[in-house]
T-cell receptor, first 111, second 115 residues
Framework: GQQLNQSPQSMFIQEGEDVSMNCTSSSIFNTWLWYKQDPGEGPVLLIALYKAGELTSNGRLTAQFGITRKDSFLNISASIPSDVGIYFCAGSSSNDYKLSFGAGTTVTVRA | GAVVSQHPSRVICKSGTSVKIECRSLDFQATTMFWYRQFPKQSLMLMATSNEGSKATYEQGVEKDKFLINHASLTLSTLTVTSAHPEDSSFYIC???????????FGSGTRLTVV
């Protein structure tokens, strides 16, 4: 699959702080997805983006599909301890529907 | 989105034996399912695309004779790891492609340990 660059690789944050992570690709995607994975579990879909420029919120989460269709970001506002986990971006181009994943961002929240 | 059930959640097997992992789409007829492998502290890597009623398509470097995929119905795909070796120990996860804006739903994964 295509290569996705996700950053940062990890972050330690104080409870209540905002978190931001992003993904870039050398290829154009038609779908950007953001997932959270807890240890020993499968990824859970947080936000799905289908249009360039789209900005979508899900509670304290906000994600945007970049206008160039080669990038996306995820913001978490007012972090809480249960936000701990690994966040993955994933993208798909319309011709094969396969998902390529970023390397993940590990979020650790200090109470 | 689709509800996906994966079984078993954990399995330990001896080297040389085969292990079957099931992925069920509980509320959605899935013509396409995907199988991923995830090594510790790494991302998910697509292994193969499972197509109902036809042969699976495998990603480059994935041995089709070792990782047998069967998608005989619209609700069930199975992955069989044949002649398992310790290096096959990994977290295997399936996913179902939903309709429209439902995104891709993942199973809860199977932790395979080959001893």
């Amino acid at each position: 699959g295509q290569q996705l660059n996700q950053s940062p690789q990890s972050m330690f944050i104080q409870e209540g702080e905002d978190v931001s992570m992003n993904c870039t690709s050398s290829s154009i995607f038609n779908t950007w997805l953001w997932y959270k994975q807890d240890p020993g579990e499968g990824p859970v879909l947080l936000i799905a983006l289908y249009k360039a420029g789209e900005l979508t919120s899900n509670g304290r989460l906000t994600a945007q599909f970049g206008i160039t269709r080669k990038d996306s970001f995820l913001n978490i506002s007012a972090s809480i301890p249960s936000d701990v986990g690994i966040y993955f971006c994933a993208g798909s181009s319309s011709n094969d529907y396969k998902l390529s994943f970023g390397a993940g961002t590990t979020v650790t929240v200090r109470a | 989105g689709a509800v996906v059930s994966q079984h078993p959640s954990r399995v330990i097997c001896k080297s040389g034996t085969s292990v079957k992992i099931e992925c069920r789409s509980l509320d959605f007829q899935a013509t396409t399912m995907f199988w991923y492998r995830q090594f510790p502290k790494q991302s998910l890597m697509l292994m193969a695309t499972s197509n109902e009623g036809s042969k699976a398509t495998y990603e480059q470097g994935v041995e089709k004779d070792k990782f047998l995929i069967n998608h005989a119905s619209l609700t069930l795909s199975t992955l069989t790891v044949t002649s398992a070796h310790p290096e096959d120990s990994s977290f295997y996860i399936c996913s179902v492609q939903g309709l429209g804006n439902y995104g891709y739903t993942f199973g809860s994964g199977t932790r395979l340990t080959v001893v």
